[in-house]
C-alpha cells in the first residue's frame, strides 16, 4: 500500500457527494449558476423526482465554447474575479458543482453568449468529456443532467420517492425565487407545471411582497408588515407576518444573507424572542427576512452547499433582528390578522327563522285577518327578554361621535363579553377581556423596563450541575441575565452558582429555571425562558387585574377601553397570538347580504 | 363490633385524625379511618402513607372489634349531629357501618383492616419530654420560613436538631427557603442529648400545632433515623422525615455584621405594612434608609406614585440603604413578641440579622433585595 493521488474521477465524486447529496441540490447549483449568469427566466424541468432528467434553461449570459470547455473542470469558474474569498459576491465561488454533477450523472450543457453567432455543446459522462462542439440554441444556457447518481449506485439507493425529492426540489426554488422576485420561474414536473412564478414588478419591497405571496400564500400579503433596519454596514429588509397571523412549525421562517437562502438556528431564537410576547411557544410566524452584509462579515464557506453561514459578530445580527421586528411588530401592534375577521365571515350564516309550530290553514288563515293584538307583542317581547341580552347606549350622549378613531365609538356590548364599536368604515367586534389583559399586560411590562427587575439575594447560593459547555454558555451570557434579574457565576468547571434570582418568581425552581436556559442558550442563542416565566407571572397578575367576561360595561367605559386599545402597543393580540379585536369591513357585511 | 359513644368526644378526636386524610388520594383505603373498639375505649386511626395519627377516646365498648371507614364523611355527619347526644357505631360483619343517633341512621360503606396501612412503627432511639407551650415557641417561630418549592424537599420542613450554643447544649429548630432563615432555641431536654437531626415534613409540622393548640403539660418527643413521634395525651403522631440534608445553616447565619439598629417593633411592622401598601409588584419592594437616629421606610411604584414614612430608631453607623421583600420583614416582625427588635447589617447586599431584644433564644437572617 503506497501513498498515491486519487485519480480526478473519482475525487470529483467525493465532492459530489458533498455537494450532490439529492436531485435538489443538483437544482439548486444549477439555478443558482442561472441567477449567477444574470438570467430574467429560469425554466426548470424534472422527470421522475430528477432521478432521470433535470432541465434548467435560463436566458443568461451564457458561455463561449473555450469557458465551456473549462467550466467542466474542478475549481473553474467565472465568479471570483479577484481571487478573494473575502468577497464573495456570487452564489457560487467554489468550481465544484458542474465537475461533481458531471461525475455522478450523465450532463449535458448547450450555452449562447449574446453575441456569437452558434452556441456550443458539451457532454460529460461519467467523467469522461465530449465536445465542445457547435449547436443551434437560443442565448443562454441550457443545462441537462440524466440518470443522476448513475455512477454512485450507494447514493441512488438512498433517494427517497419521486414526490419527496420533487418537494424537496420545489422548496429549493421557491427559496431562492423569494430572494430573486424579478426573475420569472417556471417549474415542470413530469410534464405537469408545478411552479410558476411571473416577473414581479415595482420597487423591491413590492415586488418582494407580490413574489412572497405568490410562494408563502396570498393571506400573507395583507398580513405582513414591512421589516427594514439599518445597522454598522449591515441592512436587513423584508417582511414578517403579523402575530395573530401563525402556524404550528417553522417552516414559513425564510432567511436570506446577501441573497442566499440560509437555514440557520441563529433566526429560529432570535424569532422566537421578537414574538416571545405575542405568541404560545408551539406557534411559529411566518416570515421572510433579507440580511444584506458586507461579504466580509460573513464566511458562506463553511458549508459544501451553503446552508449555514457564520456571522463574524454574531450578536450584533442578532440585535439587529430582534430590534427590527420588535419594531415592526409594534408599528403593527393593531393590525389583527385578517384571517380573524375573514374567519369570522366566513362562520356567519344567512340567517333562517326558528321553525314555527305547525299551524292549520284555518289558524293561519284567521290570523292573517285578524287585528294586530298587543298581547302577541308582549310575548314577543318576553321571548326576546329570556335571550342573552345587548346593552345599547346612545353614543351622542357620551361623546361626541364623529371622532376619528380607528377602533370606532362603542355601540353595544353583547353577551356582557363583547363590544361592538362602529367605525368610519365597518364595525369592530372587541373581546373585552383578552382586550384589557393585554393593556394590563402591557402597562405591566413598560413598569418593568422601567424599574428594572428586583432581584432577590439568595441566602442560600445554589450550585447547579451541568456540562461544561452550558455552563460556560450561561457563565458568558450571565451580564445579559443580570439585567433579566438572575445573576450567576462560574463554578468550578462544570457548574453556575445563582446568586441572586428574580423577586418576581418568588420562591421558585433554580435549578430547572436554568438547565431550561441552559438548554436554549444551546439550542437557539437565546435565554428565552426567564422571561417566559416572567412574562407568565406577569400574565397571569394581568388576568387578576382585567375585567372578566360578563361584567357589564356602561358606555364611557367602552369607550375608554377603545381610546387606550389604540394607544397601546401590541393591543391586536393576546398573549397567545389570537386576537382581540376583529373588523369587519362595511363592504363585507355588504357582501353577507348580497348587496355587492 | 358494637359501641356507643358521646358525640362531642367523637367529633373532637375525628377532628384530630381526618385532617390527616388526604381529600384525594389513589389508593381508596387511604380516605379511611380505622376504628378499633376493645376494653372500654375506641380508638381512631388514619394515615397518608407518610404521616399516622393514633388517637383513643373512652367509649362504652359492647362488642369490641375493628372496621375502617370513610373518614371525612364520618367527620361530616358527626359534626351535624345534635350537641350531647349519643352515637352508636356497630358492625356486623355484613360489609356496612351502622352509624345511629337519637332518630338518624346512616350506613357507612367499609373497607377490611386487614388493607389498612400500618407505618412500621420501628424502635426510636431518643426519647425526651418537652412543655407544649416549648413546643408551640420551637414551630411557630420557624415554620413561617419553610420552603413552598418542592424541588428543594431538604427545604420543605423544620430541621429539628440538638447542637451547643456556646458552651450551652440546646434543641434548635431551622427553617428557611433560600432567601430568609429562623432559627430557635431552647436548653436541649433530658434524653435528648445525641439525638439525630431530624427535617420534620411541613404537613406534620402543621399536624403537631394544630394538635397542641389546645393541649396543655407535656409532649413527648421521640426520633429515630427515619421517623419521629409526637405523643400528646391520648394522641400520637408519627411521621416519616425528609430523607436528605439539611443545608449547613451555621455558614449563612453572619457573626461579624456591624451596623446595629434597634426600633420598635409594632411601629415598624405597621410602618413597613402602609407604606408597602403603595408597591404595585408582587414582590412588594421596601427601601429602608438609616441614618444616625432614623430610618426612612420608603416604597414606590412607577403606577401608582410613592409613600415614604420616617421611624425613630436608635442607629449610629454611616448612612446605609438596604431593599427587602416587605412581606419577609412583616413575617419576621410578627414573631418577635417583645417590644424592639435588633437589626444587624454590613451591606446592602449582606445578609441582616434580626433578633428580638427582650428574648435571644431566636435568630432570623434575611436576605435583602436589589430594587
Given amino acids: 500500500m503506497t501513498v498515491r493521488f486519487l485519480p480526478p474521477n473519482l475525487v470529483n465524486q467525493i465532492a459530489a457527494g458533498e455537494v450532490v447529496e439529492r436531485p435538489a441540490s443538483v437544482v439548486k447549483e444549477l439555478v443558482e449558476n442561472a441567477l449567477d449568469a444574470g438570467a430574467s427566466h429560469v425554466d426548470v424541468t424534472m422527470n421522475d423526482g430528477g432521478r432521470s432528467r433535470i432541465v434548467v434553461a435560463d436566458d443568461g449570459c451564457g458561455m463561449d465554447d473555450r469557458e465551456l470547455a473549462l467550466a467542466v473542470e474542478r475549481h473553474a469558474t467565472s465568479k471570483l474575479p479577484d481571487d478573494d474569498l473575502t468577497k464573495i459576491g456570487f452564489f457560487g465561488f467554489r468550481g465544484e458543482a458542474l465537475p461533481s454533477i458531471g461525475a455522478v450523472a450523465r450532463l449535458t450543457i448547450t450555452s449562447r453568449t449574446q453575441d456569437a453567432p452558434s452556441a456550443w455543446y458539451i457532454r460529460i459522462e461519467g467523467g469522461r468529456r465530449e465536445g465542445p462542439v457547435p449547436t443551434p440554441h437560443p442565448a443562454g444556457t441550457r443545462v441537462e443532467v440524466r440518470d443522476l447518481f448513475y455512477a454512485t449506485p450507494a447514493r441512488l439507493k438512498f433517494l427517497k420517492t419521486a414526490r419527496t425529492e420533487l418537494n424537496h426540489a420545489v422548496d429549493t426554488i421557491e427559496r431562492l425565487a423569494m430572494a430573486n422576485p424579478t426573475v420569472a420561474f417556471t417549474l415542470m414536473a413530469d410534464g405537469r407545471t408545478r411552479l410558476s412564478l411571473e416577473v414581479e414588478d415595482g420597487d423591491l419591497f413590492d415586488a418582494r411582497l407580490a413574489r412572497l405571496g405568490a410562494i408563502m400564500g396570498k393571506d400573507f400579503v395583507p398580513n405582513a408588515v414591512k421589516v427594514e433596519a439599518d445597522r454598522g454596514g449591515m441592512r436587513l429588509t423584508g417582511y414578517a407576518g403579523v402575530p395573530t397571523y401563525n402556524r404550528g412549525n417553522a417552516l414559513a421562517q425564510h432567511m436570506f444573507v446577501n441573497g442566499r437562502p440560509v437555514r440557520d438556528r ?162 369592530v367586534i372587541v373581546d373585552q377581556h383578552a382586550a384589557h389583559e393585554r393593556l394590563v399586560y402591557e402597562r405591566m411590562k413598560a413598569m418593568l423596563a422601567d424599574t428594572g427587575v428586583a432581584r432577590q439575594l439568595l441566602l442560600l447560593p445554589e450550585v447547579v450541575d451541568l456540562d461544561e459547555a452550558a455552563a460556560q454558555c450561561l457563565a458568558a451570557r450571565a451580564d445579559e441575565l443580570a439585567e433579566l434579574g438572575l445573576v450567576l457565576e462560574a463554578f468550578g468547571d462544570g457548574a453556575v452558582m445563582i446568586r441572586e434570582v428574580p423577586a418576581l418568581l418568588g420562591d421558585t425552581d433554580v435549578q430547572g429555571l436554568v438547565k431550561d436556559l441552559a438548554d436554549e442558550l444551546a439550542d437557539f442563542g437565546e435565554a428565552l425562558t426567564l422571561q417566559d416565566k416572567m412574562a407568565d407571572v406577569c400574565g397571569t397578575m394581568a388576568c387578576h387585574g382585567s375585567i372578566r367576561a360578563g361584567r357589564r360595561l356602561g358606555g364611557p367605559e367602552m369607550n375608554a377601553l377603545l381610546r387606550e386599545m389604540e394607544h397601546t402597543p401590541h393591543a391586536g393580540q393576546c398573549n397567545h397570538g389570537r386576537p382581540t379585536y376583529v373588523t369587519l369591513k362595511l363592504t363585507d357585511i355588504e357582501k353577507l347580504f348580497g348587496r355587492r | 363490633m358494637k359501641l356507643v359513644i358521646e358525640r362531642s368526644a367523637l367529633l373532637k378526636s375525628l377532628g384530630h385524625v381526618q385532617s390527616v386524610v388526604e381529600r384525594r388520594t389513589t389508593i381508596p383505603i387511604l380516605s379511611n379511618v380505622r376504628l378499633d373498639a ?58 356496612q357501618l351502622t352509624l345511629t343517633s337519637g332518630r338518624s341512621r346512616f350506613q357507612l360503606a367499609c373497607l377490611p383492616v386487614d388493607d389498612f396501612p400500618a407505618l412500621a412503627s420501628g424502635d426510636f432511639s431518643h426519647t425526651f419530654s418537652l412543655s407544649a407551650t416549648d413546643l408551640r415557641s420551637l414551630i411557630d417561630r420557624t415554620r413561617f420560613a419553610i420552603s413552598t418549592e ?53 404537613k406534620a409540622v402543621s399536624e403537631v400545632r394544630k394538635l397542641i393548640e389546645e393541649a396543655e403539660g407535656d409532649v413527648m418527643v421521640s426520633v429515630s433515623d427515619a421517623k419521629i413521634r409526637f405523643s400528646i395525651g391520648d394522641t400520637v403522631l408519627t411521621s416519616k422525615l425528609i430523607d436528605g440534608t439539611f443545608p449547613d445553616y451555621e455558614r449563612v447565619i453572619p457573626t461579624g455584621n456591624d451596623k446595629v439598629m434597634e426600633m420598635d417593633c409594632k411601629t415598624l411592622s405597621k410602618a413597613v405594612d402602609r407604606v408597602s401598601a403603595i408597591s404595585s409588584e408582587k414582590s412588594r419592594s421596601i427601601k429602608l434608609n438609616m441614618e444616625k437616629g432614623l430610618v426612612t421606610l420608603s416604597a414606590s411604584s412607577p403606577e401608582n406614585g410613592s409613600a415614604v414614612e420616617e421611624v425613630e430608631a436608635s442607629y449610629d453607623a454611616g448612612q446605609l440603604e438596604i431593599g427587602f421583600n416587605s412581606r419577609y420583614l412583616l413575617d419576621i416582625m410578627q414573631q418577635i413578641e417583645g417590644d424592639a427588635a435588633r437589626f444587624t447589617m454590613a451591606d446592602s447586599a449582606s445578609p441582616t440579622v434580626i433578633r428580638d431584644v427582650s428574648d435571644g433564644s431566636a435568630v432570623y437572617v434575611l436576605m435583602p433585595m436589589r430594587v
Wanted: aromatic content about 6%; charged content about 20%.
Fill in chain 2, 38 to 95: 376493645a376494653n372500654g375505649s375506641l380508638s381512631l386511626n388514619a394515615t397518608d402513607m407518610d404521616l399516622e395519627i393514633v388517637e383513643s377516646t373512652a367509649a362504652e365498648v359492647g362488642q369490641k372489634g375493628e372496621i375502617t371507614a370513610p373518614a371525612h364523611t364520618l367527620y361530616d355527619i358527626v359534626r351535624k349531629l345534635p350537641d350531647g347526644a349519643q352515637v352508636e357505631l356497630a358492625f356486623g360483619g355484613e360489609g
Fill in chain 1, 266 to 427: 441563529l433566526l429560529q431564537g432570535v424569532v422566537r424572542r421578537a414574538y416571545q410576547d405575542f405568541l404560545a411557544s408551539n406557534r411559529y410566524p411566518y416570515l421572510a427576512l433579507f440580511l444584506d452584509v458586507l461579504p466580509r462579515e460573513v464566511d458562506v464557506n463553511v458549508h459544501p452547499a451553503k446552508a449555514e453561514v457564520r456571522f463574524r459578530d454574531a450578536g450584533q445580527v442578532r440585535g439587529l433582528i430582534i430590534g427590527a421586528l420588535k419594531h415592526a411588530l409594534a408599528e403593527a401592534g393593531h393590525q389583527a390578522s385578517t384571517t380573524a375577521s375573514d374567519a369570522a365571515l366566513g362562520a356567519m350564516t344567512p340567517g333562517t327563522l326558528p321553525p314555527r309550530p305547525s299551524q292549520s290553514l284555518f289558524d293561519v288563515a284567521r290570523a292573517g285577518q285578524a287585528p294586530l293584538q298587543e298581547t302577541g307583542l308582549a310575548e314577543d317581547q318576553t321571548t326576546y327578554d329570556d335571550a342573552p341580552t345587548a346593552v345599547v347606549f346612545d353614543p351622542k350622549t357620551d361623546n361626541g361621535a364623529d371622532g376619528d378613531y380607528p377602533l370606532g365609538v362603542a355601540r353595544a356590548q353583547v353577551h356582557e363579553t363583547y363590544i361592538v364599536a362602529q367605525t368610519e368604515d365597518g364595525l
Fill in chain 2, 150 to 202: 418542592e424541588t428543594r424537599y431538604y427545604l420543605n420542613g423544620i430541621y429539628l436538631h440538638g447542637t451547643d450554643s456556646d458552651g450551652v447544649d440546646v434543641l434548635r429548630t431551622v427553617a428557611t427557603d433560600g432567601h430568609r432563615l429562623a432559627r430557635v432555641e431552647l436548653p436541649l431536654p433530658d434524653g435528648a442529648a445525641g439525638m439525630p437531626g431530624t427535617i420534620v415534613p411541613r
